[in-house]
């Protein structure tokens, strides 16, 4: 299994452009979410999904869309990138999503905004 | 927020030393996890410790948590130049019905050998 994958690793945006970063997993994982890490902030969740068709809010929605249209992928939209989006991105995965399921990290993506 | 707080920020150690950070976290919880991230690296799952039990170990590695203080320590034990990396705990709260994961900002642990 390659577990959760995410792409690009890195990506260099100039503000206003749009993007979609790439998460998929191959664990047959119900549960998928979105956090992005600043420095000296942990991780913030941004959206989060408990199966195909179904998603949800986290901490930090604004500026970010997601959808889930199969259990494997959960893709993370910027419409219009700002300097504040500035920050390394991680896709998580759990079996689940019950409150004690492992919670599986994908690499990350090093994003850039200009 | 219900971001939860990490102590101490930074640490340094040398191997063999034995390693204590801190988590507080703000509501009622269900759970309370730790992670490891290598520099550069996604999180890697620790250890859980559910709020009806006072203490975990899993190796070199023991949790402790005091719901009265809303606080959690992880100790790692004889530490090696393999274990420098960040530490974050997360919380699972309460009033969540899913495995929603609230995390503190972590400790970075260098462990010089």
């Known amino acids: 299994n390659a577990g959760v994958t995410q792409t690009p690793k890195f990506q260099v945006l100039k503000t206003g452009q749009s993007m979609t970063l790439q998460c998929a997993q191959d664990?047959?994982?119900?549960?998928m979410s979105w956090y992005r890490q600043d420095p000296g902030m942990g991780l913030r969740l941004i959206h989060y999904?408990?199966?195909?068709?179904?998603?949800d809010q986290g901490e930090v929605p604004n500026g970010y869309n997601v959808s889930r249209s199969t259990t494997e992928d959960f893709p993370l939209r910027l419409l219009s990138a700002a300097p504040s989006q500035t920050s390394v991105y991680f896709c998580a995965s759990s079996r689940r999503g019950d409150r004690e399921d492992t919670q599986y990290f994908g690499p990350g993506t090093r994003l850039t905004v200009l | 927020s219900q971001q939860g707080e990490e102590d101490p920020q930074a640490l340094s150690i040398q191997e063999g030393e034995n390693a204590t950070m801190n988590c507080s976290y703000k509501?009622?919880?269900?759970?309370l996890q730790w992670y490891r991230q290598n520099s550069g690296r996604g999180l890697v799952h620790l250890i859980l410790i559910r709020s009806n039990e006072r203490e975990k170990h899993s190796g070199r590695l023991r949790v402790t948590l005091d719901t009265s203080k809303k606080s959690s320590s992880l100790l790692i034990t004889a530490s090696r130049a393999a274990d420098t990396a960040s530490y974050f705990c997360?919380?699972?709260?309460?009033?969540?019905?899913?495995?929603?994961?609230?995390f503190g900002q972590g400790t970075t642990l260098q462990v010089k050998p």
């Open positions: 664990m047959n994982h119900e549960y």
């Open positions: 997360a919380a699972v709260y309460r009033s969540s019905n899913t495995g929603k994961l609230i």
């Open positions: 999904s408990v199966g195909a068709g179904i998603t």
């Open positions: 509501t009622s919880i269900n759970n």
